[in-house]
């Protein structure tokens, strides 16, 4: 952060008000944490994310990261799947499964957990205009091994609004895009229960640019619109706000990083119960995931992400996260591989068992310093959110372009920091060296495209394409009226349809969305 002090001691607490501040850790307002006990009772959800060319490749490699003790899933998608295009759509050429897994149908949804009991581990779904469609082909391939709907645990990020601000993987308009996420809300309520319907993300916010306050602010404006239209959906704001969470970047300043995970949460509390009119103290909690920081990670000296990576994982747990994702050292080369992936996972094992930071709830509540940068970031934050409020809301300060500004400023600014040397990154424009050797890059095989389509092509021609055309256009008429589009979707996926074909079907009724500023 800019501008802060030196020094710090009682007189920058002067005034403050721990039970008003703190409270007590998984009490009001959830300063320190969501639960009492924390990871004194269970550590976090070790949750690598991985995902890359066709499902049974990704399949060996979640059986692999299980086996040496992660403790849930986290699905990459290439970029067609993102979306909503089939493998053998032209967009797609060149792109299926590369920065994640290929997945058409549901077909592929069975490859990829292929021997791996769905009642029995948690899964994180990092997609979001298809959000629905394969939480949906999930679900059908979790029947299929037999788990009751209570069972089935996991997230999909599902969070449109922060698309149209910094990452572009888009398909609808904000209001059509609206309706799939509250109706996904309301699907879950009355079928999976125990799914967090949505992964409202300051991740990506954080990758384009922003700062610690704003990844926070408009982070927590996204999650006032997301609750704000499921109840003007007529949805019941406690039946499904327990079921929120957030997904967090952790950056490279320790001390920031842990104190703004704890605004974030104190922040979401209030609003929550002062804002919204929330009841449950279960709707003013926020859970959340976390991802170290992919943007630090550098191609010059990549060994030194490997020390990035374990104090951003200490931030994040000392921040109170609930899971945790730890980036491989050379992410920033090319996808992981298995060795780096290995070591990305061990970093969290080291931390959970070996450091003592999991041992204590809360080990930075009454520092000086981390209780002032807390108090600052909220306040930031806050400012920020009132100013979206006058612009009327998130979406309507997406149109306008807002946020995409405030991001493009603050990127600019640090940008320019790096160039002109005044702040340091290692191994860039500090302690450089002039050789360096060449680490083993992941480089995914260009035949398992072709392999790909072709496995597309054999599964169009075996089902029953009367039947799909009949579900497609089903869920196309509901698009026209107010019903739960989940339903015909799911009707439409378990008979074969495609991610493409359903995404088709709904293109005629919401159109496609173009920026406009």
Request: include cysteine.
């Given at each position: 952060?800019t501008?802060?002090?030196?020094?710090?001691?009682?007189?920058?607490?002067?005034g403050?008000?721990p039970?008003?501040q703190?409270?007590?850790?998984?009490?009001y307002?959830?300063?320190r944490?969501?639960?009492?006990?924390?990871?004194?009772?269970?550590?976090?959800?070790?949750?690598?994310?991985?995902?890359?060319?066709?499902?049974?490749?990704?399949?060996?490699?979640?059986?692999a990261?299980?086996?040496?003790?992660?403790?849930?899933?986290?699905?990459?998608?290439?970029?067609?799947?993102?979306?909503?295009?089939?493998?053998?759509d032209?967009?797609a050429r060149?792109?299926v499964?590369?920065?994640?897994?290929a997945?058409?149908?549901v077909?592929?949804?069975?490859?990829?957990f292929?021997?791996?009991?769905?009642?029995?581990?948690?899964?994180?779904?990092?997609?979001?205009?298809?959000?629905?469609v394969?939480?949906?082909?999930?679900?059908?391939?979790?029947e299929e091994?037999?788990?009751?709907?209570?069972?089935?645990?996991?997230?999909?990020?599902?969070?449109?609004?922060?698309?149209?601000?910094?990452?572009?993987t888009?398909?609808?308009?904000?209001?059509?895009?609206?309706?799939?996420?509250?109706?996904?809300f309301?699907?879950?309520?009355?079928?999976?229960?125990?799914?967090?319907?949505?992964?409202?993300?300051g991740?990506?916010?954080r990758?384009a640019?922003?700062?610690?306050a704003?990844?926070?602010?408009?982070?927590?404006?996204?999650?006032?619109?997301?609750v704000?239209?499921?109840?003007?959906?007529g949805?019941?704001?406690?039946?499904?706000?327990?079921?929120?969470?957030?997904?967090?970047?952790?950056?490279?300043?320790l001390?920031?990083?842990?104190?703004?995970?704890?605004?974030?949460?104190?922040?979401?509390a209030?609003?929550?119960?002062?804002?919204?009119g929330?009841?449950?103290?279960e709707?003013?909690?926020?859970?959340?995931?976390?991802?170290?920081?992919?943007s630090?990670?550098?191609?010059?000296?990549?060994?030194?992400?490997?020390?990035?990576?374990?104090?951003?994982?200490?931030?994040?747990?000392?921040?109170?996260?609930?899971?945790?994702?730890?980036?491989?050292?050379?992410?920033?080369?090319?996808?992981?591989t298995?060795?780096?992936?290995?070591?990305?996972?061990?970093?969290?094992?080291?931390?959970?068992?070996?450091?003592?930071?999991?041992?204590?709830?809360?080990?930075?509540?009454?520092?000086?310093?981390?209780?002032?940068?807390?108090?600052?970031?909220?306040?930031?934050?806050?400012?920020?959110?009132?100013?979206?409020?006058?612009?009327?809301?998130?979406?309507?300060?997406?149109e306008s372009?807002?946020q995409?500004?405030?991001?493009?400023?603050?990127?600019?600014?640090?940008a320019?920091?790096?160039d002109?040397?005044?702040?340091a990154?290692?191994?860039?424009?500090?302690?450089?060296?002039?050789?360096?050797?060449?680490?083993?890059v992941?480089?995914v095989?260009?035949g398992?495209?072709?392999?790909?389509?072709?496995?597309?092509?054999?599964?169009?021609?075996?089902?029953?394409?009367?039947?799909?055309?009949?579900?497609?256009?089903?869920?196309?008429?509901?698009?026209?009226?107010?019903?739960?589009?989940?339903?015909?979707?799911?009707?439409?996926l378990?008979?074969?349809?495609?991610?493409?074909?359903?995404?088709?079907?709904?293109?005629?009724?919401?159109?496609?969305?173009?920026p406009?500023?």
């Amino acid at each position: 952060m800019t501008d802060q002090e030196d020094t710090y001691g009682p007189d920058d607490l002067s005034g403050w008000d721990p039970d008003d501040q703190l409270g007590d850790p998984g009490s009001y307002p959830f300063t320190r944490g969501p639960y009492a006990s924390m990871y004194t009772g269970r550590l976090w959800t070790m949750r690598q994310y991985a995902g890359f060319g066709t499902a049974r490749a990704t399949n060996e490699r979640f059986k692999a990261l299980l086996e040496a003790g992660q403790t849930g899933l986290s699905v990459a998608f290439d970029l067609p799947t993102q979306m909503g295009l089939d493998s053998d759509d032209p967009l797609a050429r060149g792109e299926v499964g590369k920065v994640g897994v290929a997945i058409d149908s549901v077909d592929d949804l069975r490859v990829l957990f292929d021997g791996i009991p769905l009642e029995r581990v948690s899964t994180s779904m990092t997609i979001n205009a298809t959000a629905a469609v394969l939480l949906l082909m999930y679900q059908i391939v979790a029947e299929e091994q037999g788990a009751s709907s209570e069972e089935i645990r996991g997230t999909i990020q599902n969070d449109i609004l922060k698309e149209y601000i910094a990452r572009g993987t888009y398909i609808f308009p904000a209001e059509p895009s609206m309706r799939i996420i509250t109706d996904t809300f309301a699907y879950c309520a009355a079928e999976i229960p125990n799914w967090n319907t949505i992964s409202i993300s300051g991740y990506h916010i954080r990758e384009a640019g922003s700062t610690a306050a704003q990844e926070v602010a408009f982070t927590i404006a996204d999650g006032l619109a997301y609750v704000e239209a499921a109840r003007s959906a007529g949805l019941d704001i406690d039946a499904f706000a327990p079921r929120l969470s957030f997904f967090w970047n952790s950056h490279n300043d320790l001390f920031e990083e842990a104190a703004k995970f704890r605004a974030a949460r104190r922040l979401w509390a209030r609003l929550m119960r002062d804002r919204i009119g929330a009841t449950k103290p279960e709707s003013w909690r926020m859970r959340f995931h976390t991802q170290t920081a992919g943007s630090t990670l550098t191609a010059q000296q990549p060994l030194n992400n490997v020390v990035r990576t374990a104090y951003q994982a200490l931030a994040a747990v000392l921040g109170g996260t609930q899971s945790l994702h730890t980036n491989s050292y050379d992410e920033a080369l090319g996808l992981p591989t298995e060795e780096s992936v290995m070591i990305a996972l061990r970093t969290q094992q080291i931390l959970g068992l070996e450091s003592g930071a999991a041992s204590t709830v809360d080990p930075l509540a009454g520092s000086y310093y981390v209780e002032s940068l807390t108090d600052r970031i909220e306040a930031d934050a806050m400012q920020l959110i009132s100013r979206i409020d006058e612009l009327g809301g998130a979406p309507a300060a997406i149109e306008s372009g807002f946020q995409q500004r405030e991001i493009e400023e603050a990127a600019y600014r640090f940008a320019r920091s790096v160039d002109d040397g005044s702040a340091a990154v290692v191994g860039v424009n500090s302690f450089v060296v002039d050789a360096e050797g060449e680490p083993e890059v992941m480089v995914v095989d260009r035949g398992l495209e072709a392999q790909q389509i072709s496995t597309l092509e054999a599964r169009r021609a075996a089902r029953d394409n009367d039947a799909v055309a009949g579900a497609l256009a089903a869920v196309t008429e509901t698009a026209r009226g107010s019903a739960n589009l989940l339903y015909p979707m799911k009707d439409a996926l378990s008979l074969g349809a495609t991610i493409g074909e359903v995404t088709g079907a709904l293109l005629p009724v919401f159109g496609r969305y173009r920026p406009t500023f």
